[in-house]
């Protein structure tokens, strides 16, 4: 299994986004998922020390008439969430790759990483779309 | 003669024609400007005379409030102003066509509203001895007669304050029925249309149940193959929800097989009444197969939505349900003495219970009552025929300049895709823009299952001239929106107020006024 | 028929725009084995508005109105007096024949109302935010306690024995759908703070009432601590808004939610409906409220309006993952509640939730002094319970004989409680010295 010593960018076909750097995972939304929710106005984040399985909501963006769920990419236990969007929402928006991300999980399975999408294969999944 | 040389012409000609007039006030003519209570009011004023206490020794043992409201009171006149100003602010029935899709806003006769409030049933109370209130008890019976003649149903529950509390009614007596089978824990799952209205999975989940959703097909019905697949060897089905005429503005016409299907599968059929207003004196859902169905008294009865509620939701359950039905009910007695059912036992025991305190929303079963009484069995007939053959009027003159979602006729409201539009228009600028014109917008984006869905609902209470001036009105829109006229983005121009800015709004919500600088601060 | 503009000659022209021969044609997808032939049974056809006026009136003639003398029934409900102008605001055609305000381009008069009343509702009851009003004040009870286990993510709720009967069957029913557990604690007319000691860490929220269904005031606070230090909430319940003029509010009280019915405010008997259910909470827990709620924001040229907002914890956008399946509040209702709260002020709301009690007290002295009569609630507002030496059914009947509609019996709410010697009575500002003397003196006839 490889083991990601330097931040190491995937993602799901769900648009979010999970950076690795060895045993922790911090996900976001990308771009085109918060350019197709439009102005986001709530996160509601997991608390610190929830366990989540693959797939399971994580979290809830919410703009102004919609609600979308959060899956969790990879299974984890949350170790730290972005207290900015708590606040400041609009950080979505306006940065989601930096500094807009949800919240940094503690990797269980590493094998699953292998079952996300590079940079490039996400690329052509939405240009597909 | 007398020469009376005070009056002045006032021909157009001597009127200067800028339109950009700036006022002091705020006010904008007959549109008055008015603050808030909490800036026009202050807390000594109050606009009662009540008389004075005699400060007695009380009996509260101490329990007293500490710090008083603060909130400031208006005198009669302030008050009165403040209310009717408001009032100009907003679009109304009363002013004109309503066309908002599966709200059937209708006429709203002011013979309801006198009756609602005779003292016999405006000054009554709940729990009067039953002897004291037999003409209210009769009434509640008398209309029930009617819902359950009306539907062709044997059973109504008269206590649902709304439509949702309706639809919670029939899922619990559902949900009653199959735990009496011993198949409360097993049967769990509940079929429902992708395009029906969020209450349906949100009223399922809420009576324990888990939501599977069933496609709709290229006509806008019900997918059948993909429902005789849902429910082949099911035996987790407790039942199906669906809108009858659909929130596509169509009779779902596979709707009796839709019923054999669901029941052999050992489920029951929850029909959601909510455009009950296009078959009423035509089809009776009892000839459907429907086992339970909320009735919108406020939609089809006229009672009048008041911005908002309050509703009422009386639902019809067949003979499988009606045992479940919740309490309290009003039965007549041999000797013709009226009685309410207040607890689950005797005639009630196998019940599901109690939803509501009281016996449900006497206020609207006056004025539903005094609407079929005045309309009669050829009047509401009529009506449903009249709102029908509105909605199929409106289809047929807009369909050359706008998309119908689907082919044929609809029922009692047309239903249009976006597809017709230039790109970077869309269906909010268009609603929009019919405020511009005088109109009430449709229903926007609902259905979910058609793309920029614009539904309308005209109701029987249009005459032909105001159906006209109508399409009028949104044909010369729709062709702005063909053409990709880009003022539709902006509009109203012409309304109260322009479009708002509901991010803000949600971002950081301010949700009362707080006093700071005579300006509302953020309430987080 | 007077509600049909349709001339005949309007339907012939437009079926002819439409292409069609008859509106049959329109009903062709009903199965033919369910098209209703003939007439609707037994129903005649229309009638004028006199007809319709007379067979209602014959109705409303059976029963007997709070107002034509005297009266004490309350337990949820209860008589007062409501101002003219009320009424004729509420029967504005541009309020009372609008829909909810979700143009608010063109709603701002309902939206305005809307948010004063939120701002007036959040100041009586002293708590940070109220919404825009529920149903009524059951099934906001009901709300809460579900509000309560999704922000504390537990299921165990636990009403007080002093919860008004219909609120706690409402609000069991609607947990138990959910698979919540609901503990009932014994009835009790003064046990509000039994909810301290039941409270454990399994509880997602204690249910108190003050003034409970017997009259009872009870400071809370006690309840509210003990269920904080379990991290649980306390919701306080009100079913007589007047009484928040006077007696400690739920704010202050250190409540996490309070629920109760406004109809005292505003709104008349109408045998139980439609009211206005009151709905407020802290301001942390505000997205996890259920119902409708308005917020102030700007316009495209920066005037300040008002929205719906936080709308996404709704149905119609949230479907099976909403707060709730309600999609209507009680618009009317609440208008009439804030109108009349608008002429009170702060100050007119103490004012008469001060008659309201020395009415009760009165009535109390008046009663205290017959043989047999003991007053059983200890501390109250503007009603309370009493034991008759006899069967309390009867007594009322005999009551009634007399002119008096003297209260409710508690059997009636309670009919498992033993308490058939046991009526539940009230006093408002309406109640005249006339009517109290009256009433004690019937009383003291029959028994």
Known sequence: MTRYTQPTTFYTKEHEWVTVHNDLATVGITHYAENQLGDIVFVELPDVGAEFATGDDMAVVESVKAASDVYAPIAGKVVEVNAVLADKPETVNESPREKGWFCVLEIKDGAEIASLMDEEAYKAFCEGL | MTMNNHGRPTSPDHVPSDRNVETVSGSRGLLQHEGLIFEVGT??????????????????????????????????????????????????????????????????????????????????????????????????????????????????????????????????????????????????????????????????????????????NERGRVNMDQLREKLHNADDIAGIMLTNPNTCGLFESDIREIADLIHEAGGYFYCDGANFNAI?????????????????????????????????????????????????????????????????????????????????????????????????????????????????????????????????????????????????????DIAKSLIDEGYHPMTMYFPLVVHGAMLIEPTESESK??????????????????????????????????????????????????????DSVAAE | MRYLPLS???????????????????????????RLKGTIEGLPNHQGELAVERHLSKLAAKNRSASSGPFFVGAGAYQHHVPATVDMIIQRSEFLTTYTPYQPEIAQGTLQTLFEFQTQVAAMTAMDVANASMYDGSTACAEAAIMATRVTRRKKVILSGGLHPHYAAATKMVCEAQGFEVVQ??????????????????????????????????????????????????????????????????????????????????????????????????????????????????DADGKRGFVLTLSTREQHIRRDKATSNICTNSGLCALAFTAHMTLLGGKGLEQMALLNHEAACDLADALDEIDGVEILTPRFFNEFAFRTPMDAEAVLAMLDEAGVVGGVRASRLFPEGHMGDMILCAATECTTPEDIAAYAAALKEII
Not at chain 2, 301 to 325: D, I, K, N, Q, R
Not at chain 2, 381 to 399: F, G, H, M, P, T
């Open chain 2, 43 to 216: 807390p000594e004023t109050t606009g009662v005379d009540l008389p004075k206490p005699k400060n007695r020794t009380g009996r509260l043992g101490g329990v007293a409030r500490k710090k008083g409201t603060g909130l400031p009171g208006l005198s009669e006149p302030q008050a009165v102003r403040h209310y009717m100003r408001l009032s100009q602010k907003n679009y109304a029935i009363d002013l004109g066509l309503f066309p908002l899709g599966s709200c059937t806003m209708k006429h709203n006769p002011r013979l309801n509203e006198k009756l609602a409030r005779l003292p016999g049933f405006a000054d009554i109370h709940p729990l009067q001895p039953q002897a004291t209130v037999q003409g209210a008890l009769e009434l509640i019976d008398e209309l029930a007669t009617w819902l359950k003649t009306l539907t062709g149903m044997p059973a109504v529950a008269m206590s649902p304050k709304a439509g949702a509390h309706g639809e919670f009614c029939g899922m619990m007596a559902i949900r009653q029925a199959l735990i009496a089978r011993g198949e409360g824990e097993t049967r769990k799952r509940v079929l429902v249309p992708a395009s029906a209205h969020g209450t349906n999975p949100a009223t399922a989940v809420q009576c324990g149940f888990v939501v599977d959703e069933i496609k709709a």
């Open chain 2, 280 to 428: 009423v004196g035509r089809v009776r859902p009892g000839d459907l197969g429907v086992d339970a169905m909320h009735i919108n008294l406020h939609k089809t009865f006229s009672t009048p939505h008041g911005g908002g509620g309050p509703g009422s939701g009386p639902t019809v359950l067949s003979e499988a349900l009606a045992p479940y039905a919740p309490v309290p009910f009003v039965v007549k007695d041999e000797d013709g003495v009226f009685r309410l059912v207040e607890d689950v036992e005797g005639d009630a025991s196998e019940s599901f219970g109690r939803m509501v305190a009281f016996h449900g929303q006497m206020g609207m079963f006056v004025r539903a009552l005094t609407y079929i009484l005045s309309h009669g069995a050829d009047g509401l007939k009529q009506a449903s025929e009249d709102a029908v053959l509105n909605a199929n009027y409106i289809q047929a003159r807009l369909k050359s300049v706008m998309t119908p979602a689907f082919d044929g006729y609809c029922m009692h409201e047309a239903l249009f895709s976006d597809a017709f539009t230039a790109e970077g228009i869309e269906t909010i």
């Open chain 2, 465 to 518: 001239a105001e159906l006209d001036r109508f399409c009028d009105s949104l044909e010369s829109i729709a062709r702005r929106a063909a053409q990709g006229d880009d003022t539709l983005k902006g509009a109203p121009y012409l309304a109260p107020m322009r479009r708002l800015d509901e991010t803000k709004a949600a971002r950081k919500p301010i949700l009362k006024w707080v006093e700071a600088n005579a």
């Open chain 3, 8 to 34: 005949p000659e309007d339907r012939a022209e437009m079926l002819d725009v439409i292409g069609a021969k008859s509106v049959d044609e329109f009903y062709a997808d009903v199965p033919e084995a369910a």
């Open chain 3, 185 to 298: 604690l014994p009835v009790a007319i003064d046990d509000e703070n039994a909810l301290a000691e039941a409270v454990d860490d399994a509880t997602a929220c204690v249910i108190g009432q003050s003034p409970n269904v017997f009259g009872t005031v009870t400071d809370l606070s006690k309840s509210a601590d003990a269920a904080h230090e379990k991290g649980a909430l306390l919701v306080s319940v009100f079913t007589e808004a007047v009484s928040l003029g006077l007696v400690t509010p739920p704010g202050e009280m250190g409540a996490d939610i309070a629920v109760g019915e406004g109809q005292s405010i505003g709104n008349g008997l109408s045998f139980g409906g439609p009211y206005v259910g009151l709905f407020a909470c802290t301001q942390k827990l505000v997205r996890q409220m259920p119902g409708r709620l308005c917020g102030e924001t700007e």
